[in-house]
């Protein structure tokens, strides 16, 4: 999940329809954006970036990384 960009969205007080509508693209494709299922391409991570005021690396960073993994896996050790 980019949690990143789901608070970003959450902190502008728009919908994943409100944000898909902006985008001119469909709810179900945003959502897939937002949960990290589809990459989505550079002019919607820029005008992401635009509506957010949050550069794209950041908004694009997926939760599920390397560091979130060896944490959980280190909970699970204990």
Request: glycine share 6%; proline share 0%.
């Amino acid at each position: 999940m980019r949690k990143n960009l789901k608070e970003a969205r959450q902190k502008a007080g728009m919908t994943q329809k409100e944000v898909a509508g902006y985008l001119e693209i469909s709810e179900r494709y945003y959502q897939h954006i937002e949960a990290g299922q589809r990459t989505g391409d550079f002019i919607i991570w820029d005008t992401l970036e635009d509506l957010f005021k949050i550069h794209q690396r950041v908004l694009r960073e997926n939760s599920n990384n390397l560091l979130d993994k060896v944490t959980h896996q280190e909970k699970h050790l204990r």
